[in-house]
């Protein structure tokens, strides 16, 4: 089974520029999740979306972030524009149902802000 | 105010040597996950904790629950250089029922 899939690996931007986040879930999996891992931080989550439709967005800065789940499948995470505190590893994380045990996290994708 | 404290944040030690790590908080939580992270990867679940003193093995690695369930630690057994990486415990929290994870542990086992 494949894991979940995240791209680009690596970003470098500077501040004031846009940025775009892509997330493949694994096969099947109705829940999604995008998580902001700071350095030295646990994940925070930023947005959880059943299917295609938002759980939980309280803690998206929505002046900046937004996210879509098209169709129920892929997600792309855009922040626009970036600041120097968005500097971070964006996490994507699926899981099977909404109440699922286990969430499967991607390899994440790393953001620098200069 | 962080809803789960883990210390310590930081451990190096020699390969072969044993240690604890723990996860404090001041509420009661129907359960509570640890996850390792290695470098450039995401978290991965390593056990979920459910009643109040529970002990749960995984090869060196024993985790128990506090009986209150506030709190719970992670003992690693003759630590291999595998072992490194930041471990992380986590619950759910909110009305949304969401993953709350802890600052974390970053373990380094030196060969």
């Known amino acids: 089974e494949a894991g979940v899939a995240q791209s680009p690996r690596y970003k470098i931007i500077e501040k004031r520029q846009s940025v775009a986040f892509w997330c493949n879930p694994i096969s099947g999996h109705a829940t999604l999740y995008w998580y902001q891992q700071i350095l030295g931080q646990g994940p925070k989550l930023l947005i959880q979306?059943?299917?295609?439709?938002?759980?939980?967005d309280s803690q998206l800065p929505k002046d900046r972030f937004s996210a879509e789940r098209l169709k129920g499948v892929d997600s792309t995470l855009k922040i626009q524009p970036a600041k120097l505190e968005d500097s971070a590893v964006y996490l994507c994380?699926?899981?099977?149902?909404?109440?699922?045990?286990?969430?499967?996290f991607g390899p994440g994708t790393r953001l620098l802000v200069l | 105010t962080q809803l789960l404290e883990q210390s310590p944040q930081f451990l190096s030690i020699q390969e072969g040597e044993n240690l604890t790590v723990y996860c404090n908080s001041s509420s009661v939580f129907s359960s509570l996950q640890w996850y390792r992270q290695e470098p450039g990867e995401g978290p991965v679940l390593l056990v979920t904790v459910v009643t109040g003193g529970e002990v749960k093995k995984l090869k060196r690695l024993t985790f128990q629950f506090g009986d209150a369930r506030k709190d719970s630690s992670l003992h690693i057994t003759a630590a291999q250089p595998g072992d490194t990486g930041l471990y992380l415990c986590?619950?759910?929290?909110?009305?949304?029922?969401?993953?709350?994870f802890g600052s974390g542990t970053q373990l380094t086992v030196l060969p």
């Open positions: 979306f059943q299917n295609n439709g938002v759980v939980d």
């Open positions: 986590a619950v759910r929290s909110g009305s949304a029922r969401q993953l709350t």
């Open positions: 994380a699926s899981s099977r149902y909404r109440e699922s045990e286990t969430q499967y």
